[in-house]
Structures are given as structure tokens and as C-alpha cells.
Nanobody
Framework: QVQLVESGGGLVQPGGSLRLSCAASGSIFSFNTMGWYRQAPGKERELVAR???????NYANSVKGRFSISRDSAKNTVYLQMNSLQPEDTAVYYCNAVQGLRLDWGQGTLVTVSS
């Protein structure tokens, strides 16, 4: 059973920054991809950013240039650095890991962008 534990969410003012962390129970290189999704109230869950085992990344158009996904294999952790946050970034952010046909999710961490 894979466990993904997110942390780093909170309340931030518009224009501010946060860094989310996703700690995996095993080696992050056992996964084909790891990523961050978010779900705002009343909306569907959407991809924010993901990174492949080979290190390729892709981002939602809405966060390009503001968010950055990275990883630390020694800590089995994937990060999401979020800069220039806006109220529309308010959502629960979920970590995701894909291994073959298996998909695992973390419990989510709430990010609120408000003045």
C-alpha cells in the first residue's frame, strides 16, 4: 500500500508563495509519474503539474511560469513551489502517483489565497 502525505498548505495573501510537499512511503522512482492536482469548491479535480520518472515535467496553462514541480529522491518527496498565488488558486491540492495501472492519492492539503 502506497502512502502519500501532503503538507505545506495554508492561508496566503495574493502574490504570496507556498511550497507543498508530498512524502511517499517508498522510492519515488518506483512510480511512472508523480503529480499535483487540485480541486476547487464546485469544480472538478484538475492537473496542476506532474513529473515523470525521467524528469520531464508538464504544467497546466494556468500555472505555467508561476508553479514549479521538483523532487528529492533522498527524501522520497515531491514538491510544488507556488509563486504569485492568486485567489483562483484556492483549492485542495492532492498528490498523485502512477505505477502501471495503479493510481494512488494523498489526503489533500488546503491552499487558501485571500487578503
Amino acid at each position: 500500500q502506497v502512502q502519500l502525505v501532503e503538507s505545506g498548505g495554508g492561508l496566503v495573501q495574493p502574490g504570496g508563495s507556498l511550497r507543498l510537499s508530498c512524502a511517499a512511503s517508498g522510492s519515488i522512482f518506483s512510480f511512472n509519474t508523480m503529480g499535483w492536482y487540485r480541486q476547487a469548491p464546485g469544480k472538478e479535480r484538475e492537473l496542476v503539474a506532474r513529473i515523470t520518472k525521467g524528469g520531464s515535467t508538464n504544467y497546466a496553462n494556468s500555472v505555467k511560469g508561476r508553479f514549479s514541480i521538483s523532487r528529492d529522491s533522498a527524501k522520497n518527496t515531491v514538491y510544488l513551489q507556488m509563486n504569485s498565488l492568486q485567489p483562483e488558486d484556492t483549492a485542495v491540492y492532492y498528490c498523485n502517483a502512477v505505477q502501471g495501472l495503479r493510481l494512488d492519492w494523498g489526503q489533500g492539503t488546503l491552499v487558501t489565497v485571500s487578503s
